[in-house]
């Protein structure tokens, strides 16, 4: 790498059922591949690890070349590569990170490892359009991210510099949604179906009189727990089914019971949010994960920071950079390499780790 140039940086993330990577310069990104196991999971309503592995290795090498080709950057241009070392699926984690020290062995080149929820706040880093309108986060910043395998507040201090201040005790938020999504037969991925099945209910309002529990939203600590409010809707159901004596339930029921879940789920996340954000004085508050596209969340979030943080500033990424995707770990390890130069690694050195601290 010459003196003063940006470092070109290649990212690969493979840490559950997406199969990405990126090329960034410095901190723009030249090109963002994704390759989704979606339609694999469908048939099955939810992710076969084994499945999930397979087709990474069928689609990595296609999707590093890709990322390149549309970056106009050669292979020995390269000047680091980051890769997803963890938490995710072991069998996963283990295509990309093989391939990347691989890579790093054969291009001699150093590797960043990247935390991969690490990797979900830094999305928030990536300047939106049009440049003039989108601010960095400042310091102190609480991170909420919440997706399929995660739900988590972060305190952020500075770059490389975290507090872990509550996580889910059970089911991540994201992962009811696949589950309450599964009890209504909605379809999967749960979360936009929950989404659009609870935009109808809004629209048609009757039948939904319902009530649901807000788990731990009352506690004095940070952390989550969903697997309570998923039975709560599977006994919700099956209540309703014996009352009205069917074995399906009209889908004005079922859109009701959609968005009594949605609603109790973003006033948990919410109120904590701005419980944290509020007690540690945060300038930023930050959206992360693939719930982070959820309407409701956003625009919920939103209206609390703006009534009871009116001085701190709320931001979320792009949609295309709310899901897993290998930009968000690119700039994630070109912050690492600005901070420190001994996050620089040889291939020899890089492990997987399920459970990375922050």
């Not at 179906?193 to 731990?216: D, H, K, W």
Request: hydrophobic letters at 45%.
């Amino acid at each position: 790498m010459e003196k003063n140039n940006e470092p070109k940086i290649l990212a690969i993330e493979t840490s559950c059922d997406e199969t990405a990577a990126a090329v960034l310069i410095g901190a723009k990104i030249k090109s963002n591949i994704i390759y989704s196991q979606l339609n694999l999971h469908k048939k099955t309503k939810g992710i076969v690890p084994e499945v999930a592995s397979r087709a990474h290795i069928e689609k990595i090498i296609l999707v590093i070349k890709q990322a390149l080709q549309a970056a106009r950057v050669r292979p020995l241009q390269i000047d680091l590569i980051a890769v997803t070392v963890g938490p995710g699926l072991i069998g996963s984690l283990l295509v990309g990170v093989d391939t990347a020290k691989t890579l790093g062995f054969i291009w001699d080149k150093s590797i960043v490892p990247v935390n991969h929820i690490e990797g979900h706040i830094y999305a928030n880093f990536i300047g939106k359009l049009p440049a003039t309108s989108y601010k960095l986060p400042t310091f102190p910043a609480v991170a909420l991210v919440v997706s399929g395998g995660h739900t988590s507040l972060i305190l952020m201090r500075g770059h490389g510099n975290y507090k872990l201040l509550g996580s889910t005790l059970d089911d991540a938020a994201g992962e009811a949604f696949d589950k309450v999504a599964r009890i209504l037969d909605l379809g999967y991925p749960g979360g936009p179906a929950i989404s659009a099945a609870a935009e109808s209910c809004q629209q048609t309002a009757a039948g939904c009189q319902l009530s649901l529990p807000r788990p731990m939203i009352k506690t004095n600590n940070f952390d989550f727990s969903f697997s309570g409010l998923k039975t709560a809707v599977l006994y919700t159901v099956q209540d309703l089914k014996k009352h009205y004596k069917v074995t399906q339930l009209p889908n004005y029921t079922i859109t009701a019971v959609a968005a009594e879940f949605q609603q109790a789920v973003v006033d948990v996340l919410v109120n904590k949010t701005i419980k944290a954000a509020r007690k540690y004085n945060a300038k930023s508050i930050l959206l992360g994960g693939g719930v982070a596209a959820n309407k409701l969340l956003r625009r919920q979030l939103r209206s609390a920071v703006k009534k009871e943080l009116p001085v701190s500033c709320f931001l979320f990424p792009a949609l295309s950079l709310c899901t897993d995707n290998a930009a968000m770990i690119g700039l994630c390890a070109y912050y690492k390499y600005l901070a420190d130069k001994k996050n620089l690694k040889n291939w020899r050195e890089i492990k997987i780790d399920l459970n990375p601290k922050l």
